[in-house]
């Protein structure tokens, strides 16, 4: 979820061409609307936001401790909904703790049958007992200085009871009717409730086999019972009918009294309805407090590709009548028939900006609320359509390909905003309850170097006091509340997540190369029961593409037709074209005059050569080829190669990569952001192998300096520093004019030497019982007592140093190096992945030096330094060490949904619980403490 649009200093219009607002004829009415979409959501950005400096001495000043609106933030489930008052808070107060900043409330399916004795009560949706439940959550999260976001509806997407057919997900059902040799009456077909025949057409063949392109138009009647009258004729014929009609698609995993059909997001109708039904008594029970934001998850409209009113806006928009090239539309037969999916998808796009978009916006907006959307999917929506929403979001960690969070941090670099977030965590290390801080690391870190400012749990699942541990789930996803052993250090994971999100917020964005996302070339590839523009995008924007450039040190953005033409290219030195055939020839003019300022482009496997859609196609496919060989032919700036496979050397050869490593460069990711007087260089490793390299920067600055991202403190470092990053672990680097203040002086240390192995002869002792003295070190689960234990247990030890071990040393605890595991392992589902990496202490850890807090270990190198606590002689060492919630659950049968199913339909299926089984626990060894000469 992203936060206020942080665009306050008018720096975006001052960056817009002053073209922006004048827009050639063949774009129709789109391109004529963006500038007021561009001046709409400036209004909105004008709202207070998160703290953005331009200064590094600004931004050093919350290094310490990040603004509060940067931490995460939690989609809290709502099962039922049964919830109550008490446990709400209880929740609300966990949260606080453990530094969590805001929830998104996401109410869902019952997950228990009513039941007095229990104090379980499903409120249906909407009812006043739920209404007040939401009023008294809002107040309290407030109270405790949470934000507050609220979904705009029950389960996903959009839908419900209110929604009748004819405002449901609108589909062309295609109806071929066979007519007989000399028939003169036949059969028409069945037209049920919400549909209407919009075309019909005639034609040799029969209902399996025959050809679109040679339909002739049908004027038919009814004759008598339901039969259509014809000409007869010799031969056998059909007649294809054209049905616009609804795909049936129900509202998924709604709360009790959520059921019901997912609107038609092309609609205004259906919008205004939901509005009205829904938004208005959710807002109205916030009061005078409306939440931060209004929530929509990504569009999932299966089946989507009409809507009521398609043919009279497809003649508006697109200057031509539609229905005559139905049968071409439909079946994909005949050379046009590309062009005339172009431009029957491409209108599904206005539609949803003008229909959803801008009204919720602007409703929102009327609320006192803004909307953040997931803005991609089906139907199909662009990259610039999320210029039309106040906040963007986006999901998926798939940052060496096509990712839809890549999708929403370039909108938000291209349309001003500091802020994009991220629903984070969806499918982490399935099955729920074994994703680990070390695997929410590995996967934010992955959201961090794609652009993300924000992260979004997915997510914490309320539960009731009464439930068996580890307490409930979403059937899909992991689990971050304080049912889990390990959410002892959920502050300092917090913590990390906000000093980055922070970090990451401010300044400008800095990626060197642009690819262009082919959407005309897209749009013309859509099909019936499936338009999207996302969704098909890996078939021309192919991993390997973003492998290259990641791989020759630098980061990118996409951008689109639409923002090219808007915003420009100014900003990105480079620009690469997969595989764009279709063009408008003022797209191709921006490119022009971009090049001739000294852009430099790299087209891959040709060049544009057809017109983007069907309307004047012939003319201005000459006009794209003549312009495109003109651009191509000058040979200063532009560039063509055969494949992905060559991007590489010639990005290389057109701008050297902003960071390289001397080794292991596809195991590390960068993400920059420019300040006026320095740059901030977020720096993952992304592996589960080490890196020991060293690191250049292509634009050095006069200092620079290190920053640790787990507690914000700053070491003075060589311009061009030995890169040594664990498995996993990350580093900032500001590179400045002036010395940042409170920067300490580097340190330089000799390898670390053991000082005593501390493997054995620990105290363990598990709550409740008595202390154990271990001979080696073990997982717990190595003991059939313990084997299912959940929890957290304290080792404890007395090891005795020497003055001399002391004296010119960083003293360290070292808890092991862990084990690499083979990528083929992984089980990771969809879009989610885990950490390919199993720790020697399972899972985190708070140490305790003499009685003082030393810190915790959650994330490699487990390691900490603990030289200010310890004493010459005896010191009292206390390792408390929390595990996974799932060996719990692998130690009982798992719930039986028999009867909830029964009354309720099955909404619901628990993901590989036949995975489910106890994880290695607690500290497996070795233990040392270590030493390093400084000086």
Known sequence: MPHQPATHDGRLAAAMPASATSFPTSCTLRRTALAAALLSGLAQAAAPGPLVYDRLADVANHLATPPADARPMMRWWWFGPAVEKKQLAYEIGRMKEGGIGGVEIQTVYPMALDDPSRGVKNLPYLSPEYLDALRFANETARDAGLRVDLTLGSGWPFGGPHIGITDSIGKMRVVPVEIPAGAATYPLPTVTEGEKIEAAFLGDGNAKSYDATRLKPLQSKEVQNGRGGVTPAREARVAVYYIASHSGMQVKRPAVGGEGYVLDHMSRRAIDNHLKNVGEPLLKAFGDKPPYSIFSDSLEGYGSDWTADFLAEFQRRRGYDLRPYLPLVFSGKGDNAPALRHDWAQTQTELVEDNYLKPVTAWAKQHGTQFRSQTYGEPPVSLSSFRHQALFEGEGAQYRQFSFTRLASSAAHLYGRSVVSAETWTWLRSPAHTASPLDMKAEADRMFVQGVTQIIGHGWPYTPPNAPEPGYQLYAAAVFNHHQPWYMVMPEVSGYLARVSFLLRQGQPANQVAVFLPNDDVYAENRPGKTTLSGEMTNFVKPELIQQIMDAGHNLDYVDPEAVLEVGLARYPVLVMPNVRRLAPEVIAKLDAYEKAGGRIIAIGGTPSLAPGYRNADRITADVRRAAAKLFARGRNVQTVASEAELGAALQSALPGDIRVSDGQARVSFVRRKLADADIYFIANTSNQPVNASLTFRQPRANTVRIDPDDGRATQSDAAPALQLAPYESVVYVLSDAPLPGARPAVRSAPAAVLADLSSGWQLTFPGQKPATLAKLQSWTDNEATRYFS???????????????????????????????????????????????????????????????????????????????????????????????VNTLAGRALPDFTLLNALYGKRFELQDTKNIAPQPAGLLGPVTLVGESVQ
């Open 791 to 885: 929890g957290q247990a304290v080792y404890r030890k007395q090891v005795t140093v020497k003055a001399p071990e002391l004296a010119g040393r960083r003293v360290s605890l070292d808890f092991g190096t862990g084990t690499a595991l083979p990528e083929a392992s992984t089980h990771a589902h969809h879009t989610g992945m885990r950490a390919m990496y199993e720790p020697a202490l399972r899972d985190v850890a708070i140490v305790t030096v003499n009685g003082q807090r030393a810190g915790a270990l959650w994330h490699p190198p487990y390691r900490l330094d603990v030289t200010p606590y310890l004493k010459a002689g005896a010191n009292d060492i206390e390792v408390k060490v929390g595990n996974l919630g």
